[in-house]
């Protein structure tokens, strides 16, 4: 939220012309809009008459005007786009097969950390032409063809928070039986010990479904069967996923919620917690080559050691905010009573990560003419700060512009990265 506010009694000479601030008193002008730049921190407000200054905490979108590759992010401006894009892996992945490759190809890899050895059974591939993301999507023929990752100590899941998600297309539906998404069991030829599966119920209305069997061949009261609410319609991409949220199953169907069910006590609120030594199978059921082979396309499948979709929320599937290298923020028009040729004022400003260089990795800019003719503050003078944690103050040094009654500031973004470098703009304050 900005404030403009004007008096041009304190303003002008005695003969209407401009006055122009001496050394002795722009100092104080710019203590007096940091103070207020601080209140309207404090109490997320910019409610201050003032004369001739503009003050703007960013607690709304409220005089920001062109905006490039910036965003305005828990009352702070930073560089950032939106896009929708193939998964980038996390701390929390476990496992990311983007299933790109050459048309027929034959390779499939774990784009993770981890690196996992990804094995085919039979003949899947790699194809260019029905694809969701990035070169390729994986092709199953619905009759053998499947992929597996070796057993790991990461497929056990206890009571921990998970989401298994993936893109699917499917091509025909197998009827009698479950198109196995991924599962494991307690080997590659038996689930009396132990299994899981999450599949699309083919033989139930084509849901997604999760399967829970924790076996010890005497007992089955504390299996589990959920399913989602939605049929999955065939020749079209859809996003799927299910997590665990807690005590909490749910199911997504292109980013909505698609049914939540409790765990049940008798599980111990387990999904499994057995040693399981089978290997994790995509498109099979884990101890059969028998049936639960998918006909039709999966891309962007991802498994993560958290939930990624909580409390039911609705979201954009794939979509992920980067940094961009550079970004511009400039504020809307500001019109004042007469023509001004001097601006100085205080910003505020964070390093969210890495450390900003002023006046290198975020600059700013002054205009009396309503942008024809910017000029760069002439001086970058950290000061005490008095903010909260992090958050630092710098004066913004009287500045000279082209005559003019439109006078506004632009912020100038450089050399920011994901993970090295973010410079946050948290406020600024410009007298004129």
Avoid at 31 to 47: F, K, W
Avoid at 264 to 291: C, E, H, M, Q, V
Avoid at 332 to 357: C, R, W
């Amino acid at each position: 939220m900005g404030i403009r506010t004007r008096n041009r009694a304190n303003n002008v000479n005695a003969d209407g012309t401009p006055l122009t601030l001496g050394a002795s008193v722009q100092p104080v002008k710019d203590d007096v809009t940091a103070l207020a730049l601080r209140e309207a921190t404090n109490e997320s407000s910019a409610a201050f008459n003032l004369p001739n200054t503009f003050i703007d905490t960013f607690s709304d979108d409220t005089n920001l005007g062109t905006q490039t590759d910036v965003d305005r992010v828990s009352g702070h401006m930073t560089t950032h786009v939106t896009a929708i894009d193939e998964f980038v892996s996390d701390a929390d992945t476990l496992a990311l097969l983007h299933m790109n490759g050459a048309n027929a190809g034959t390779v499939f890899t774990d784009s993770s950390s981890h690196n996992r050895t990804i094995t085919r059974r039979n003949q899947p591939t790699t194809t260019t032409g029905e694809k969701k993301f990035g070169s390729a999507s994986a092709f199953f023929d619905g009759s053998d063809d499947s992929l597996s990752m070796p057993d790991s100590g990461d497929w056990i899941f206890g009571t921990n928070d998970f989401t298994f998600e993936t893109w699917i297309y499917m091509d025909t539906n197998t009827g009698s039986e479950v198109v196995e998404l991924l599962g494991q069991a307690k080997t590659n030829s038996t689930d009396q010990g132990g299994a899981w599966s999450w599949h699309i119920t083919a033989n139930a209305g084509n849901k997604q479904g999760l399967s829970v069997y924790q076996r010890n061949s005497t007992t089955t009261a504390d299996d589990f069967t959920f399913a989602s609410g939605t049929a999955l319609s065939l020749s079209t991409w859809h996003h799927i996923a299910v997590t665990r949220d807690g005590g909490t199953i749910r199911f997504y169907l292109n980013g909505v919620q698609d049914n939540s069910v409790s765990m049940p006590s008798s599980s111990g609120g387990n999904l499994f917690t057995g040693a399981l030594a089978g290997d994790l199978w995509i498109s099979k059921r884990s101890y059969t080559d028998s049936y639960g082979m998918l006909d039709g396309q999966l891309d962007e499948m991802r498994i993560s050691n958290n939930c990624r979709y909580t409390s039911g929320t609705t979201f954009t599937p794939n979509e992920r905010t980067t940094s961009t290298a550079t970004g511009t923020l400039i504020q809307s028009a500001n019109t004042v009573d007469v023509a001004k040729t001097k601006v100085a004022g205080t910003m505020l400003y964070k390093d969210g990560i890495g450390t900003g260089v002023i006046g290198t990795d975020l600059k700013i800019y002054f205009s009396c003419d309503n942008g024809s003719n910017w000029t760069e503050a002439v001086s970058y003078d950290t000061i005490t700060p008095v903010y909260s944690t992090g958050v630092k103050q710098v004066r913004l040094g009287e500045t000279t512009c082209t005559s003019g009654t439109g006078v506004i500031y632009k912020a100038v973004w450089a050399n920011q990265a994901d993970t090295t470098k973010e410079t946050q703009l948290h406020g600024i304050g410009i007298n004129y």
